[in-house]
């Protein structure tokens, strides 16, 4: 089965504390995306990238970052810098980085401060 | 000013019955609109794109108001199945063109 996978489904952070969210893709699309969602919020962009080893920053890169050294594969850490991390984490592949094609959601990580 | 904005709802309807809503976007200049649908907890996906003239797929209505700048959406013979929350998302032409994502509006449907 193609698509894009997100682990953990689940994450707790502490004061302080780095953690790293995973994203995989198999739909050999070159474009992936990091996008957070809060309530009653619309998503808002991270971090975006068009190809290996090229990533750029969106709208709330502030506290996070990313790799892409791998087609398949865009990690995202939350730093401890990033003070208000709490919220729902969603990746996100396209095939080229075009804003008006469609862009496919893997199932989101659930990010909670201890 | 928000880049889109929709009504929240929620829009609770009973089964068979048709529900329709607005998204308004604030940039003219704007290209691509889109509705995603997404169930409580879990990922967007995408419903439909909004063509210029207006699209249908089966119980699904788009339609692109440029002149107002407003896309809607309407549902027909409504099924509990449609409970979901409903994203509207617009080509952002003032930042770069990324996509930007509205709240969303909820909608219940009931037996």
């Known amino acids: 089965d193609g698509g894009i996978t997100q682990s953990p489904k689940y994450l707790f952070r502490k004061e302080g504390q780095n953690v790293t969210l995973s994203c995989e893709q198999n739909l050999n699309h070159d474009a992936m995306y990091w996008y957070r969602q809060d309530p009653g919020q619309g998503l808002r962009l991270i971090y975006y990238?068009?190809?290996?080893?090229?990533?750029q920053k969106g709208d709330i890169a502030e506290g996070y970052s990313v790799s892409r050294e791998k087609k398949e594969s865009f990690p995202l850490t939350v730093t401890s810098a990033q003070k208000n991390p709490t919220a729902f984490y969603l990746c996100?592949?396209?095939?080229?980085?075009?804003?008006?094609?469609?862009?496919?959601f893997g199932p989101g990580t659930r990010l909670l401060v201890l | 000013r928000k880049e889109v904005e929709q009504d929240p709802g929620p829009f609770n309807v009973p089964e068979g019955a048709t529900v329709a809503f607005n998204c308004t976007y604030s940039?003219?200049?704007?290209?691509?609109f889109f509705w995603y649908r997404q169930d409580c907890r879990k990922e967007p996906k995408l419903l439909m794109s909004?063509?210029?003239s207006g699209n249908e797929d089966g119980r699904f209505t788009a339609q692109l108001n440029r002149a107002s700048q407003y896309i809607s959406l309407l549902i027909r013979d409504s099924k509990l199945s449609d409970s979901a929350t409903y994203l509207c998302v617009v080509n952002d032409f003032t930042n770069d063109y990324k996509l930007s994502f509205g709240a969303g509006t909820t909608v219940t449907v009931r037996a």
């Open positions: 909004v063509y210029s």
């Open positions: 990238s068009q190809i290996v080893n090229d990533f």
């Open positions: 996100a592949s396209s095939p080229a980085l075009k804003w008006g094609e469609t862009q496919y």
């Open positions: 940039n003219s200049a704007s290209q691509s």
